[in-house]
């Protein structure tokens, strides 16, 4: 810790707050739905980091497969909303939470706290998110192909069937590097008949090579 | 818990526990392959951080257009590697992409 400000050290000896880092903080979170293949979500008021806001999504459990992909509206230092995205004959619905690497001074009381540069990096009002678990990369299982002719990766990641645990959903939607010019189109499948998670990506020369972290957290201190 | 920190809410519920951990930014920067000729490879030095401790991730900077590609990291002690293309894949395929990195390490 540089001479002055607060270092909050817990049980197991680690800093968990200080005044020289921002933590990624829970700006925004609530639920979602919408309608056919698409849910909107607007964000109030609009999020001011120069940072995309990191999206934390957990379907709701319907049963069956949900497959979303997200894109992001606004611009940096202006994020005015997001859209979850899913197949057409797919209504979205779930919890989000939307998470950035700035507090925003919302709380009524409790604490706040700043850099040495003014930033603002705590606030009790947008408490920091909690650190679940995270890997380096999702782990390929299979590969099938459609009617069309596409063939489809699909890359494992522990499912958790807690409802509290959120997935980072910020990369399913843009698409990726294939070996041909139309690129892997990307997409998270939730399956909760099955007990998986799936990062999917479908392109007519796939291939099997993949590299994207999963990153999860939870809100609930 | 014997040292730390708790707040709570208006409501009353518990906001913030020092008994969880949390994400702490590393870096957080703007990477562009936007003049990439072919496949290229950009390092980041991040002292201290591990594929144990840390996760790097390239987010999409707004709405991405169908023709925009991902770029892809990989996590090594003490760098960070962002590349254009797949690593370890033989195709000629590039992105020009320009994505913002985040290296955040847990506690």
């Known amino acids: 810790m540089a001479g002055y400000g607060l270092s909050v050290i817990n049980d197991g ?178 399956d909760f008949s099955q007990s998986q998670l799936w990062f999917t990506t479908t392109a007519l020369n796939n291939p099997f090579i993949f590299s994207l972290p999963a990153v999860f957290a939870k809100i609930i201190a | 818990m014997s040292f730390g920190m708790r707040t709570w809410g208006a409501d009353g519920v518990l906001q913030f526990n020092t008994d969880t951990a949390t994400w702490r930014i590393v870096l957080s920067t703007v990477v562009s392959f936007a003049g990439a000729a072919g496949k290229s490879t950009q390092p980041f030095s991040v002292p201290g951080c591990n594929a144990n401790n840390a996760v790097a991730i390239v987010l999409p900077i707004g709405a991405a257009a169908s023709d925009d590609r991902q770029l892809e990291t990989e996590m090594t002690d003490g760098t960070v590697y962002v590349r254009n293309y797949i690593n370890g894949y033989a195709g000629l395929m590039f992105s020009h992409s320009t994505m913002r990195l985040i290296v955040m390490r847990w506690y």
């Open chain 1, 13 to 190: 000896g680690v800093v968990s707050i200080d005044s020289e880092y921002a933590r990624l903080c829970v700006l925004q979170a609530g639920r979602y739905s919408g309608g056919a293949g698409s849910a909107g979500v607007s964000f109030s008021p609009a999020i001011t980091t120069q940072e995309p806001p990191l999206i934390f999504l957990r379907p709701d459990n319907n049963g069956g497969l949900v497959t979303i992909g997200c894109s992001i509206s606004g611009a940096p230092g202006n994020w005015t909303g997001m859209t979850i995205t899913g197949p057409t004959t797919y209504a979205p619905s779930g919890k989000y939470f939307v998470g950035g690497f700035a507090a925003s001074a919302t709380a009524a009381f409790g604490m706040r706290l700043w850099d040495g540069a003014s930033k603002l990096l705590f606030d009790s009002g947008t408490p920091s998110a909690v650190f679940t678990r995270f890997s380096q990369n999702w782990t390929y299982v299979k590969s099938t192909q459609d009617a069309q002719g596409f063939y489809i990766n699909w890359y494992s990641s522990p499912f958790s069937s807690s409802v509290d645990e959120y997935l980072m959903i910020n990369n399913s939607g843009m698409r990726m590097v294939s070996g041909d010019n139309i690129g892997r189109i990307t997409g998270i499948t939730y």
